[in-house]
């Protein structure tokens, strides 16, 4: 249902070819300009908008779950003291909320989730990666995974900031002209920093498989 599917689920492997039956669902939202510049709530310190963001995204999906609720099943929450069938199954899964900032800050529930990927990267493949323990193979492996993804973060805030050239200067045409010369200069190619990893399956684009 658009609007109501997380952007990430994590299924572990039980052997061979088989998945557990109880995956993990995240919802990735950054931060903007409600979050990036609030003050400090009481008792608390600087950098923080990454965990308020955190805390609400539960409470959205819920949210636009209990409208899916009323438009395709007629149950309305305000009226009945029960939860629709949507909002009923949503409770019952692993979903966590991970939140990014423009300068590679991110939520624990985030770097929770790079330290996860690590040590189950180490347990399968230190030998692979020979290295002499599992405990070796988690430290290159924690910290490539989250100088990858800090880079990831600011790259993609960078390309957003000029993608929006066209909207400050300029006829449309000069300025994606201008982006493109930007991107080159930046990232090296003027193309989707996502596009070309993703595949196409029938009519479906299906993202890249990321398995250890």
Excluded at 23 to 40: A, G, S
Excluded at 138 to 147: A, E, N, P, S, T
Excluded at 150 to 167: D, E, F, Q, V, W
Aim: aromatic content about 10%.
């Amino acid at each position: 249902m658009s609007g109501a599917i997380p952007d990430l689920l994590i299924q572990a492997k039980t052997g061979g070819e088989q998945f557990s039956r109880d995956p993990n669902y995240y919802e990735l939202k950054t931060l903007n300009k409600h979050y990036c510049f609030d003050k400090p709530r009481k008792g608390e310190g600087e950098g923080l908008g990454t965990e308020r963001r955190v805390d609400l995204i539960r409470s959205e999906m819920e949210r636009k779950l209990r409208k899916k609720d009323k438009k395709y099943f007629k149950h309305d929450n305000k009226v009945e003291d029960t939860d629709g069938p949507l909002v009923a199954r949503f409770k019952t899964l692993n979903f966590q909320g991970i939140a990014v900032g423009k300068y590679a800050d991110a939520s624990k529930s985030f770097r929770d989730l790079i330290t996860t990927i690590a040590d189950h990267g180490a347990l399968v493949n230190w030998k692979k990666m020979n290295f002499k323990s599992e405990d070796a193979a988690k430290g290159v492996l924690h910290f490539h995974l989250r100088k990858m993804m800090g880079m990831l973060i600011l790259k993609s805030g960078a390309r957003l900031l000029l993608t929006r050239l066209p909207l400050l200067s300029g006829t449309a045409q000069l300025s994606q002209q201008r982006v493109r010369a930007s991107q080159r200069n930046t990232f090296g190619t003027s193309l989707s920093l996502f596009g070309s990893v993703y595949q196409w399956k029938g009519r479906r684009r299906m993202p890249p498989p990321f398995v250890f």
